[in-house]
Every structure is written in C-alpha cells, then in structure tokens.
C-alpha cells in the first residue's frame, strides 16, 4: 500500500519546540520534491517548507526562516520538520507531501500524509 504516515504532533506551550516525522511506505521518495504544509483552523493549506528536486535546495516559508529546519533521511524513506521557537500562530494541521514538482509545486499525483495537529499554547 503506498502511503506516507506523518508523526510528531502534539500540543506544547509557545517558546517550545517539536520534530515531525513522515514516512513513506510503497514508492521511495528519491529523485522527486518534499515537503510539508500547514492547515490552521479556516485557513487555507500553505506551504511551510520544501526540499527541492530541482536543485536539491530547501526552501522556507518566511514564517518558517531561522525557526524550522527540514530534513530527509531517503534511506529510510522519511522527512523531517523540526520547529523551534514555536508560536501560538503555529497552531495547525501539519500534512508531508511527496512527489511534489521539480519546484516543490503540487501537481497531480502529490501523495499527502494524514496530518499531524500542532497545538501551540501562549
């Protein structure tokens, strides 16, 4: 079965940090773009962080910039989002997604994690 399964969510006080965890099961991540969104309450999905095919590059949002890090272990066919310095603002559903375009652009085919709530309390 081809699945990504997200980890790592949880409810910490603003200031505090976590680190997500995706793994893929059923395709191997290599050679395509990944990376996390966010979904806060009524809000659109927006992109938080992305490791890019293209130039193996990874990118920020400037929410993100200096406060979380993205990282991939493609042995083991899993990313990671750590996130530091967290705020109340963070608060969201968090979905890793793979097989993202060259440019981390989400195309057909994208294959989504469930999400993972983050609850940052101020």
């Known amino acids: 079965e081809v699945q990504l399964q997200a980890s790592g969510g949880g409810l910490v006080q603003a200031g505090g940090s976590l680190r997500l965890s995706c793994t893929a099961s059923?395709?191997?991540?290599?050679?395509?773009?990944i990376g996390w969104f966010r979904q806060a309450p009524g809000q659109v999905r927006e992109a938080v962080s992305c490791?890019?095919?293209?130039?193996?590059?990874?990118d920020y949002a400037d929410f993100a910039k200096g406060r979380f890090t993205i990282s991939s272990d493609n042995a083991k066919n899993t990313m990671f989002l750590q996130m530091n310095s967290l705020k109340p603002a963070d608060t969201g559903v968090y979905y890793c997604?793979?097989?993202?375009?060259?440019?981390?652009?989400?195309?057909?085919?994208?294959?989504w994690g469930q999400g993972t709530l983050v609850t940052v309390s101020s």
């Open positions: 997604a793979a097989t993202l375009g060259p440019y981390c652009q989400v195309v057909a085919g994208t294959r």
């Open positions: 059923g395709f191997a991540f290599g050679g395509r773009s």
């Open positions: 490791i890019s095919s293209a130039d193996g590059v990874a």
